[in-house]
């Protein structure tokens, strides 16, 4: 088959690692005989420095004609201490969000096996831990107008909206996908303080009629923040809203003891977009040194959801344990010899074809 990918490597470490996923791409189509035609389009401050916009037009445009999204990492120091900067390059990935209507951000977390010592919490708590958070993506506080400054300058607001149909959509995957996994889902609210939460709540408890078979729980975010450290295994598929969902999956990355594996999906109305969950690590571009897998078992998840090649995305992540078995693997989790972003993305590439 044929597909269209539009890759955006975004800033920092983003062109080095989106490099690493389309090789890995690339072995896959040769192996099981598909086609790829990539277009590459700016975004972040690299688009800002192109184009004066985070998210051009033409980068919209190359997304919306495109069967899937590859995104590397946004963020330029240069733009963090500066409150009063009139773009940032955060900018573009929430108009990406928004135009593309990417409503659910799907991060899974699972542990591999060689790197559980790795992680700050105890071996046996976090071995076998596998859950997904689904994350609402274009709402919430992120988006909820009014927002801004008095005219004195000495107040600041924010909002947070949600309409009935937003949380309708995302509970209405996050069931679904718990029906595909282990049938548990935890929906995370405020419900004791927030009218949005108690409307997430009131919206979750109407449905959860025609997912019967789902089992449901309800936890505020406080003691979900705290249960995920306590006893992660407890979970399967949690839902919740868009800041919660943020600020949640930083804190599940580093149970798994390995930022730079996960991978996320961003889908919804139009084109899914595919990316790590980590940043765009300033401090390594340029180095080859960055941690290329959460990119490339992002484009697992791509094979997997956006473009439904179960086997594709199998044979990647097979490569990827493999790679972590030899110990073939960047600084950030080598203990013996550490091998270069690059290098890490020809092997697993070898490892695809000659398998
Ligand atoms: C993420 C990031 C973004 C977010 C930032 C860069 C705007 O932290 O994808 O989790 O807050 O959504
Ligand atoms: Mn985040």
Redesign the pocket.
Known sequence: MQFKIATLPGDGIGPEIIEQAVKVVNAIGEKFGHQFDYQHAVVGAAAIDATGDPFPEETYEACKNADAVLFGA??DPKYDNDPKAKVRP?QG??AMRKKLGLYA?IRPVSTFKSLLHKSPLRTDLVDGADFVVIRE?TGGI?FGQPRGRSEDQNTAFDTCVYTKEEVQRIVKLAFEYAGKRNKKLTAVDKANVLATSRLWRETVQEMAGDFADIELEYMFVDNAAMQMIQWPKRFDVIVTE?MFG?IL??EASVITGSLGLLP?ASVGIQTSVFEP?H?SYPQAAGKNIANPLGTVLSAALMFELGLDLQDEAKAIREAVDASLEEKVVTEDIAEGKAYSTSAVGDWLAEYILKK
């Open positions: 946004i963020g955060e990935l929430l951000n993506l992120y868009n943020d999956t930083d996320s969950i940043g």
